[in-house]
């Protein structure tokens, strides 16, 4: 069974920095998209940012301030200038391609982040 854990989160103050990690695990044979999102109290879940390896997109909102890498089946977030507004549950995802699933889309269990003013 393929598995996306987040680490990374905490509580910062504004203008501060973290720097989340998301590591995939299990028969992975290929992964393609890995993407963050974030889901705040009472809000639907956002895209933050996406990977695919060549084509990286970012959310409007966190242009110039976030990062987002990739060292083989390991995700990264660098996440500086953070804001109030970007506390949230923070969530990995990827499309993977697994020992005997063929392509499927994975969800972590989310990491708290959030940011006091």
């Known amino acids: 069974q393929v598995q996306l854990v987040e680490s990374g989160g905490g509580l910062v103050q504004a203008g501060g920095s973290l720097r989340l990690s998301c590591a995939a695990s299990g028969p992975i044979i290929k992964i393609d998209r890995m993407g963050w999102y974030r889901q705040a109290p009472g809000k639907q879940r956002d895209l933050v940012a996406t990977?695919?390896?060549?084509i990286i997109n970012y959310a409007d909102s966190v242009k110039g301030r976030f990062t987002i890498s990739r060292d083989k089946n390991t995700m990264y977030l660098q996440m500086n200038s953070l804001k109030p507004e970007d506390t949230a549950v923070y969530y990995c995802?990827?499309?993977?391609?697994?020992?005997?699933?063929?392509?499927?889309?994975?969800w972590g269990q989310g990491t708290q982040v959030t940011v006091s003013s």
């Open positions: 995802s990827a499309t993977v391609f697994s020992l005997g699933r063929a392509w499927d889309d994975y």
């Open positions: 990977n695919s390896g060549a």
